[in-house]
């Protein structure tokens, strides 16, 4: 599956950015998703995910109570919102598609199998 990620950019801090991932090719598949989040000199992080139908969401416990992670299931698309940004939020952010743990996301970068080329957020004071 292609990922396209849109909406990244410069926000202030305390403001709010949605992120778009757009998903073509595999897109009759049950596919879990997710966003991911790199900052310089650290290691790819988990963000939020959601499951192949939507029900089942997960968010990281940085984020948890700011972002909200859902899932537009008509045009295959992801969304990450993004209110009360902090600049440790900045870093690229990346959308993943796993298509065996579709059911429950999973955490691990090592379980996606398709990945965007991601977008850069970056949060100033």
């Known amino acids: 599956v292609q990922l396209v990620e849109t909406g990244g950019g410069l926000v202030q801090a305390g403001g709010s950015r949605r992120l778009t991932c757009d998903a073509s090719g595999r897109t009759h598949s049950k596919d879990a998703m997710a966003w991911f989040r790199q900052a310089p000199g650290k290691e790819r992080e988990f963000v939020g995910g959601?499951?192949?139908?939507?029900?089942?969401?997960s968010l990281s416990d940085s984020v948890k109570g700011r972002f909200t992670v859902t899932r537009y299931m008509g045009k295959n698309r992801l969304f990450l919102w993004m209110d009360l940004l902090e600049s440790e939020d900045t870093a690229v952010y990346y959308c993943?598609?796993?298509?065996?743990?579709?059911?429950?996301?999973?955490?691990?970068?090592?379980?996606?199998?398709?990945w965007g080329q991601g977008t850069q957020v970056t949060v100033y004071s």
């Open positions: 993943a598609a796993d298509r065996i743990r579709w059911s429950v996301p999973s955490r691990m970068a090592t379980d996606y199998d398709s």
């Open positions: 959601v499951s192949w139908d939507g029900e089942s969401t």
